[in-house]
């Protein structure tokens, strides 16, 4: 290894540091920043009463970059019982020694560190390179080290907001009808000073709700990065922390590229990751996002927005196209990792890929799920080497309806979330009032590796003989290291509704 391979950036000025592990890279000392987490998939969904603390806990973070791969030390005062490095692909073997972690990582990425278990993990990002970015110079909105609380930053054409290494921003950040225009740097966007507006009193509709474990809707909750109708977008380098709502909402853009972000500390229902409607020619990568319910989704609009807002200005925006998501790493501690859907109003969604990406935790749906609930023709849809790890012992979701529910650590039980999932489906909180069913086809899973106890179990499913899902294929899934030969083994399931499965 190298002199100065790599640069730890300077920890903010009156953050909290994270102080229950030591964490060295090259005999370097890493700060650790803290970040509140979904300790249990216990989920409650109406306003005004965000879930306890009692069900999160504190994870943390380190902050650096390197040009290539570097030795960290880990020292805590637990007794280690075990330690994992993920992604498990790197083949990362820590060894311990008097309370002492040493491993060596292989350069940038996103890698977490589990002590005893996936509790309070150590979360290590490491970008590409050891220069420092510097901001353009003209047209930046700058924000250096320190805590800035601004409330709102509004974008305009040809922005660029900056949030330098060592700076913590408390905003949210709109942009309407921009285009050329960027979200980059070293530092944090923190979304948790962004909290929900109670609309009204809660009445017989909003009971009836919460009956059925729906969302209740007497709240206004707003996401914290929301781009409508903007053109030439990039977002990258930065740690988004602690959204009330999605982090990222991109409806109607064109030409979306985001880039090296990190998305963490999100436990409040629901803090989606990257939620995107009726977007063209959108890439995502090498990003990390753990977040509480689904972690990249490609969207119609849904059941609660406006069909006419498709067309806007002279464009009609019906359709969503042109998606490639590659070598990301996934955490999702409540709902899907990489979806289509679920609301797909659109007339169309296709050309879509997620390639290269390591889904290291998903707890309570599906992590690799076509779901089509309102009336897109779904088509060319592809999941192309996944991979795809499962705990010993997965613990099953609950929906919280009352006060009185709770949630305890399982310690043995069959429970696993799905692997695959291709459905056309009415769901009545999604689907709304609406009557239109679509389609889904040519839907492709290729190199699927999966590291399990067993091989989870995938569902495939049309929703009536006009909407059918077909033209479906699994080529080449692998449970721990051995390819899956045998249909039965796979755990593949269709409903009558559905095509023949082409397996190989």
Same mark, same amino acid.
């Given at each position: ?77 637990? @007794?280690?019982?075990? &330690?994992? #490095? ?6 990362? !073997? %820590?060894?311990? $020694? *008097? ?20 509790? @309070?993990?150590?979360? &290590?990002? #490491? ?6 970015? !510097? %901001?353009?110079? $003209? *047209? ?38 921009? $285009? *050329? ?6 530092g944090i966007l923190d979304g948790s000073r962004n ?182 023709d779904v088509h060319h849809i592809t999941f192309e ?120």
């Amino acid at each position: 290894m190298k002199d100065n391979c790599v640069r730890i950036y300077p920890f903010a000025p009156g953050e909290e540091e994270y102080r229950l592990l030591r964490v060295f890279a090259e005999d370097k000392a890493v700060p650790l920043y803290c970040a509140r987490v979904s300790k249990y998939p216990i989920n409650r969904r109406w306003p005004g009463y965000q879930r306890s603390k009692d069900q999160t806990e504190i994870a943390c973070f380190a902050l650096l970059g390197a040009d290539g791969p570097f030795e960290m030390r880990v020292q805590t005062e637990k @007794e280690i019982k075990s &330690v994992a #490095v993920r992604p498990l692909r790197h083949g990362i !073997v %820590p060894k311990v $020694e *008097n309370g002492e972690i040493r491993f060596t990582l292989p350069g940038a990425g996103a890698y977490t560190v589990e002590i005893n278990g996936h509790h @309070e993990a150590l979360h &290590v990002f #490491v970008d590409e390179g050891t220069e420092k970015l !510097v %901001p353009p110079k $003209e *047209n930046v909105i700058y924000f250096g080290p320190g805590h800035h609380d601004v409330g709102l930053i509004e974008l305009k054409s040809g922005d660029t907001l900056f949030i330098d290494e060592g700076a913590v921003v408390y905003s949210r950040v709109v942009a309407v009808d921009a $285009e *050329n225009i960027t979200v980059m740097g070293h530092g944090i966007l923190d979304g948790s000073r962004n909290v929900e507006k109670i609309l009204r009193p809660v009445g017989e509709k909003e009971l009836a709700e919460r009956k059925k474990g729906f969302a209740v809707s007497n709240a206004l909750r707003e996401h914290t990065v929301w781009l409508e109708y903007c053109r030439n977008v990039k977002i990258s380098g930065i740690t988004m922390r602690d959204s009330l709502v999605y982090n990222i909402r991109p409806a109607c853009c064109v030409g979306l590229e985001i880039d090296g972000i990190k998305l963490i500390g999100n436990w409040r229902y629901n803090s989606d990751g990257i939620d995107m409607h009726n977007c063209r020619d959108v890439v995502i990568r090498n990003c990390f996002v753990r977040t509480y319910d689904d972690s990249i989704c490609v969207k119609g609009f849904d059941y609660t927005q406006d069909e006419g807002d498709m067309a806007h200005n002279g464009v009609l925006y019906d359709d969503f196209r042109n998606v490639l998501v590659e070598k990301c790493v996934i955490w999702c501690d409540w709902g899907r990792a990489l979806e289509i859907g679920a609301e797909t109003k659109a007339r169309e969604i296709c050309d879509v890929t997620f390639r290269d990406c390591d889904i290291i935790r998903d707890v309570g749906g599906v992590a690799l799920d076509v779901q089509n609930v309102d009336y897109a023709d779904v088509h060319h849809i592809t999941f192309e080497d996944i991979r795809v790890e499962y705990d010993e012992v997965c613990q099953p979701p609950k929906l919280q309806i009352t006060e009185e529910d709770s949630f305890e650590d399982v310690t043995e039980g069959d429970y696993m979330p799905d692997l695959m999932g291709v459905h056309v489906i009415y769901i009545e909180e999604y689907s709304g009032n609406g009557t239109k069913r679509g389609k889904n086809r040519f839907i492709t899973y290729k190199n699927i590796r999966v590291t399990a106890p067993k091989m989870p179990g995938s569902h495939f499913r049309g929703f009536d003989a006009d909407s059918r899902s077909e033209n479906i294929t699994v080529d080449g899934l692998w449970l721990n290291g051995e390819r899956i030969t045998d249909r039965r083994d796979a755990r593949l399931e269709a409903n009558e509704f559905c095509g023949e499965i082409s397996f190989y």
